[in-house]
């Protein structure tokens, strides 16, 4: 089975409805893909090596990921080497249309390019990944959706070229 995990923090909740739309995304997707939605204190990062894809989504805090995402990617470090091949990709939300979420999406598809792992850009929307401003409108929220099912369809793909060896 080819699992997608969309681990995500939210404190007032803008970012975990971006997360559920990116698992409404995979649910769309004609792959038999699945994804599982979980809040990043909820993961046991000792469990992320058994996921063919990782979903990061955090606020914009100062143009960055929020703390608690950070401290999700530097405890990741005790899968250093072997995580390669996992597809990535990185979701945001922010207050502000310039307010950093491009920022903020490329300091955390950064980290998982150090993991190794493959990341695809978005030609059309939202090139880095989907970015909500404010209350999340009909185009965004359709961007969250496009981006999951997407994703889905990447992850499948990858896992039939057989990388992991
Ligand atoms: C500590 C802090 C820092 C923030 N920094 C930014 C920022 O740099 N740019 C911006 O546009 N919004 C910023 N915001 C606003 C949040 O990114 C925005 O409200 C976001 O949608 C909250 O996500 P959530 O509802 O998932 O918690 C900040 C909010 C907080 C609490």
């Known amino acids: 089975m080819v699992n997608i995990l969309v681990c995500y ?10 997360a559920q739309e990116l698992i409404n995304g995979i649910k769309e997707s004609d792959s038999d893909v699945t994804g599982e ?12 090596k058994v ?3 990782l979903i990061l989504g955090s606020p914009t805090y100062y143009g960055l990921p929020s703390a608690e995402i ?31 979420n491009e920022t903020a999406l490329m300091a955390i598809l950064e980290s998982l390019l ?4 493959i990341i695809k850009g978005m030609p059309k929307g939202d090139h880095y990944g989907p970015v909500v ?5 009909e185009r965004e929220s359709k961007q969250c959706r496009f981006y999951g099912k997407w994703m ?3 992850t499948d793909r990858v896992s039939k070229w057989n990388l992991k060896k």
């Open 9 to 18: 923090f939210s404190k007032s909740g803008t970012t975990e409805n971006m």
């Open 37 to 48: 939605l979980k809040k990043v204190h909820e993961v046991d990062v000792q469990d992320l």
């Open 51 to 53: 996921y063919d894809g």
């Open 70 to 100: 950070k401290k999700f990617i530097d405890e990741s470090i005790v899968h250093h080497g072997k995580l390669e091949w996992m597809v990535g990709g990185a979701f945001t939300s922010s207050a502000n249309p310039a307010g950093g």
């Open 114 to 117: 150090i993991h190794g792992m």
């Open 133 to 137: 401003i404010g209350e999340p409108d």
């Open 152 to 154: 889905a369809d990447l």
